[in-house]
């Protein structure tokens, strides 16, 4: 009995805290879309965007998502650096189109069947472009994403089976209490004088005991919600209603609308080529 409760008050405790947070940011538009149609508009956002590689579409669509910045609330000193991991990831994904895309133009240097040309320059700089692209509506679109509310819609609207989304839900929660265990554990060898040596080992002895930590916690919780009855085939009620409104049909509109000006501008300026031309 000790243990579901610990669990349960584990779980309860979590969300009060992520509800709390977000009610103290203060809303924005953004909170008003209903999480599922945020899934639908990252899908909008990045699914056209792989029709065609060229550079001008890429830089229309992520000069547009820059502009709905106030829209989402947050800064653009936050946004940038949250971009910081995919603005060193896409010039290494840009890195093999440069060496052996099919040459084109003037050849700059060979080696093997390495191939330097203006037509893979041109390549490699749209690759890198669309992977920041890509990235970005999910950092506008979910950074201020409750786990909570995401379930709710997930259920409600999306219709998915309430076992998985509540599973999927109790796992989020425990996110932050790993990053407190490691936290404590990090302070707690720091505090014994063995915490500033041997990083890499640290770093791995640390990370079986979050493994153990992880599936004590997990075992606890699944029993705590077996108890609640989560594992119930009945059908569930929900504290919290989800709805689509007419906010919803204009995020989507406008993320039509982001796609559609990229495109035309790609081939406005004559640099739109399909994916396998």
């Not at 709905?68 to 946004?79: A, E, N, S, Y």
């Not at 076992?163 to 929660?173: I, N, W």
């Not at 919290?240 to 559609?260: E, H, N, V």
Request: with cysteine.
């Amino acid at each position: 009995m000790s243990t579901g409760f610990e669990a349960r008050k584990t779980l309860d405790l979590s969300a009060e805290r992520s509800h709390s947070g977000a009610s103290k940011a203060g809303a924005v538009w953004i909170d008003g879309v209903n999480p599922v149609t945020r899934i639908l508009l990252a899908l909008l956002l990045s699914v056209p965007l792989f029709a065609s590689i060229d550079v001008t579409s890429g830089l229309v669509a992520i000069g547009l998502q820059l502009l709905c910045i106030p829209l989402t609330g947050l800064r653009l000193g936050t946004v940038l650096r949250r971009l910081a991991l995919l603005l060193v990831i896409a010039p290494v994904a840009g890195v093999s189109m440069l060496l052996y895309a099919a040459p084109g133009g003037q050849v700059f240097f060979s080696f093997g069947f390495a191939h330097i040309s203006e037509a893979s320059i041109q390549l490699a700089i749209a690759v890198s472009i669309r992977v920041v692209a890509l990235g970005l509506p999910t950092i506008l679109l979910f950074a201020r994403t409750d786990p909570t509310e995401l379930a709710d819609a997930l259920a409600q609207v999306a219709h998915l089976p309430s076992r998985f989304v509540l599973g999927v839900l109790a796992g989020t929660r425990m996110l932050g209490l790993f990053l407190d265990d490691w936290r404590t554990m990090s302070l707690a060898r720091r505090a014994r004088g063995v915490g500033d040596r041997g990083a890499l080992r640290r770093f791995f002895t640390m990370s079986f005991v979050l493994l153990v930590f992880a599936v004590r916690r997990g075992t606890k919780l699944a029993l705590a919600m077996e108890a609640r009855g989560f594992g119930s085939d009945i059908p569930r009620t929900w504290s919290r209603p989800s709805r689509l409104s007419g906010r919803d049909a204009i995020a989507l509109a406008g993320g039509a609308a982001i796609m559609a000006l990229s495109i035309a501008a790609a081939v406005l300026f004559g640099t739109f080529r399909f994916v396998w031309s």
